[in-house]
Nanobody
C-alpha cells in the first residue's frame, strides 16, 4: 500500500508557473503508475496527466498538453507536475493517485492523496 501527499499549490498570476509534488510513502511506489487529476468548484474531477512506473510513458489531457510536464524520481518516491503558462481555468484542487496501470481513468487508481489547491488569478 502507498500513501500520497501533494504539495506545491498556491496562488499564481495568469501566465505564471507552479510545480506540484506528490510524495509517496509505503511500499511499491516504483511499480505504480501515477496520475494527476483536478477538480474545479462545481465541476467533475478530470484527468490531467499520467506517467508510468519508470517515466518512459506519459499522457496529457488536451487542455494541458504543451503547458504541463509530468515527471518522477523513484529514488525520492516523488512525482512532479510542472505547470507553465497557467490560465484561470486551471484553478482547481489537484490530486495525485497511484494505480497498477497508467491511464487517464479515475477507476484505474486505487490510492489518492488529499489534494492541493491551485488558484490562477490576477
Amino acid at each position: 500500500q502507498v500513501q500520497l501527499v501533494e504539495s506545491g499549490g498556491g496562488l499564481v498570476q495568469p501566465g505564471g508557473s507552479l510545480r506540484l509534488s506528490c510524495a509517496a510513502s509505503g511500499r511499491g511506489f516504483s511499480g505504480y503508475g501515477i496520475g494527476w487529476f483536478r477538480q474545479a468548484p462545481g465541476r467533475v474531477r478530470e484527468s490531467v496527466a499520467a506517467i508510468n512506473w519508470n517515466g518512459g510513458s506519459t499522457m496529457y489531457s488536451d487542455s494541458v498538453r504543451g503547458r504541463f510536464i509530468i515527471s518522477r524520481d523513484n529514488g525520492k518516491k516523488t512525482v512532479y507536475l510542472q505547470m507553465n503558462s497557467l490560465k484561470p481555468e486551471d484553478t482547481a484542487v489537484y490530486y495525485c493517485a497511484a494505480g497498477a496501470r497508467v491511464t487517464m481513468a479515475e477507476y484505474d487508481y486505487n490510492y489518492w492523496g488529499q489534494g492541493t489547491q491551485v488558484t490562477v488569478s490576477s
